[in-house]
């Protein structure tokens, strides 16, 4: 015979304790059967909330308990529950876990035992509860036995044999009688408002997507700062703008389980390893720990903060101003570009792009503007020009544009330091000439 099976109810029984206890068991497992296949990891807190009073007298306890036990029995103390008896913490308890336990059911054996602690070891305790028949106009109050479930506290380093339990938290010290509890160590939950440190791990994620969102947008469109994006930077708008939402759905849902949070995070920790340029691949985070939140979440977090972290890189626009036919200067604001930029020139004009290849570094001198008018005069070479086949991403690509790179290990660059401008002269007739000059900051 099953310790579950239906009880056979039929005319002429002669009704047993056993009977109702047979009813109650095969209810349960009915109900445990039925759920427990709905969601993997189904127990943990639900509510916890720690009697801070008690951690400073040198002992550990509970305002309020309510989850699942991994056997999927429920409890709600105080309000339909016993509270556990706080514990006493010793001096050298750090580094033990706390853990909530319920001894495990015994089958043909006592399950119930009396008040307080007598029979301690039972499963459930035997309380007294006043109610109203609800079914009689009069409301006729009855004093009823009823079984609670014997919660208790333990501190170890792993589960008490025999018994059901949930880890609560993480005794980091104790000292002159004062208990302090690692605050980056949350409880088995159930859902992510158990503790802040869940609802911290996807919050951090959603301010960091949201500062990296705002980046990458006003980069796109801001035409000072290049003019637009590569593709994998619109990749990774489309990343974020698809994940964003789904995470803020989660947060303002509140009651979600860890799990899932786990798998959109390790989701977009896989996406956005895709623009990770020395892995290209995403880590092995190895399996999810129900019991272990703190441990499976921070690789996944610290990825995912890295990988959002990489540098869009910004390149300056520096505006060209016509100051004689033929000759432009920059103003360079920030000095420190000199010393911390790579400096490109943008050429469009109506001519072949094989042409102007060739011919743009003959035909352009740049250098210090103290100096263009001796190096235009006397025909002095500039500083020297390098056609660049692949631009910085952080400039727009125009197909029908040609990029060069300003040489800075040119001697003459070190004089650009007092210069109050940069001077270009072109000594070229191109149609529809068009130059831009920009500056990237190196990383």
């Not at 092995?284 to 720990?289: A, L």
């Not at 010393?339 to 740049?366: R, W």
């Not at 690509?397 to 660059?413: E, G, M, R, T």
Request: glycine share 8%; aromatic share 8%; with cysteine.
């Amino acid at each position: 015979m099953s310790w579950f099976s239906k009880v056979a109810w039929k005319e002429g029984l002669f009704l047993q304790p056993q009977h109702l206890q047979q009813a109650d068991r095969y209810v349960e497992k009915l109900v445990q059967a039925r759920t427990s296949v709905l969601s993997p990891y189904p127990w943990g807190m639900i509510e916890m909330k720690i009697d801070r009073d008690l951690t400073q007298q040198g002992r550990f306890g509970l305002r309020s308990a309510v989850g699942l036990m991994p056997d999927g029995t429920p409890f709600d103390a105080p309000n339909a529950d016993v509270l556990p008896t706080p514990v006493s913490v010793p001096d050298d308890a750090a580094g033990l876990t706390i853990w909530l336990t319920l001894p495990d059911a015994a089958q043909n054996g006592q399950d119930v035992g009396g008040p307080g602690g007598s029979s301690a070891g039972t499963r459930y305790r035997i309380e007294t509860e006043t109610v109203a028949d609800n079914a009689s106009a009069t409301r006729v109050e009855q004093t009823i036995e009823i079984a609670v479930p014997r919660l208790e506290l333990a501190l170890r380093k792993s589960p008490r044999e025999g018994y059901q339990s949930i880890p609560l938290g993480r005794i980091t010290e104790v000292r002159d009688g004062v208990v302090s509890i690692d605050d980056t160590v949350p409880p088995t939950g159930l859902i992510l408002t158990v503790h802040p440190a869940y609802e911290g791990y996807l919050t951090r994620v959603i301010g960091w997507m949201e500062a990296k969102l705002e980046n990458l947008a006003r980069f796109a469109s801001d035409p000072s700062s290049g003019g637009g994006m590569q593709a994998s930077d619109y990749l990774m708008l489309m990343v974020l703008n698809r994940e964003l939402p789904i995470l803020r759905h989660l947060n303002q849902c509140g009651k979600v389980h860890p799990e899932r949070l786990y798998e959109k995070l390790i989701g977009l920790a896989g996406e956005l390893a895709t623009f990770d340029q020395n892995e290209r691949h995403v880590a092995d985070y190895g399996p999810y720990d129900h019991d272990n939140a703190r441990d499976v979440f921070t690789p996944v977090v610290q990825d995912i903060q890295r990988l959002l972290s990489r540098d869009v890189g910004r390149a300056v626009r520096l505006p060209l101003k016509e100051v004689r036919p033929g000759s432009f200067a920059a103003l360079v604001n920030d000095r420190s570009l000199f010393s911390q930029a790579t400096f490109v020139v943008e050429v469009s004009s109506g001519l072949p792009l094989t042409q102007v290849q060739q011919q743009f570094p003959q035909l352009c001198k740049v250098g210090p503007s103290t100096r263009m008018k001796e190096i235009i005069n006397n025909n002095l070479p500039g500083v020297p020009l390098m056609h660049l086949p692949n631009p910085p991403r952080q400039i727009r690509v125009v197909a029908k544009n040609v990029y060069f790179l300003v040489d800075k290990s040119s001697d003459l660059w070190r004089e650009f330091s007092v210069a109050p401008a940069i001077g270009m002269h072109f000594a070229g007739n191109w149609p529809d000439l068009k130059l831009e000059l920009w500056a990237i900051p190196e990383q």
